[in-house]
């Protein structure tokens, strides 16, 4: 599977961004889509997950602010970010998980300046 991740930029605290990804495969077919970060000098983190019957997953530090969503004609998922700080500023990552495999967008760059 290849995934192709967008949608990263530079906002202000407060400010909203939405992330897409684009996979190369049919999304109702994979079991797991998820978004992580990576920050500079930390390890990469769960952000948010959807499943493949289409429950959904976040980490605590981005509940009730991020919003994991995804259109299967498109076969893309997005990340709707709202309320942004600072601490969210971190490289984002898209990632599938089917039939043991493994794979990784390339990543897009959100800076959130304060």
């Known amino acids: 599977v290849q995934l192709q991740a967008s949608g990263g930029g530079l906002v202000h605290t407060g400010g909203s961004l939405r992330l897409s990804c684009a996979v190369s495969?049919?999304?109702?077919?994979?079991?797991?889509l998820g978004w992580y970060r990576q920050a500079p000098g930390k390890q990469r983190e769960f952000v948010a997950a959807?499943?493949?019957?289409?429950?959904?997953r976040y980490d605590d530090s981005v509940k009730g602010r991020f919003t994991i969503s995804r259109d299967d004609a498109k076969n893309t998922i997005y990340l709707q970010m709202n309320n942004l700080e600072p601490e969210d500023t971190a490289v984002y990552f898209c990632?599938?998980?089917?039939?043991?495999?493994?794979?990784w967008g390339q990543g897009t760059l959100v800076t959130v300046s304060s």
């Open positions: 495969s049919a999304i109702t077919d994979i079991a797991w």
């Open positions: 959807i499943i493949k019957s289409g429950r959904t």
């Open positions: 990632n599938s998980m089917r039939g043991g495999h493994n794979d």
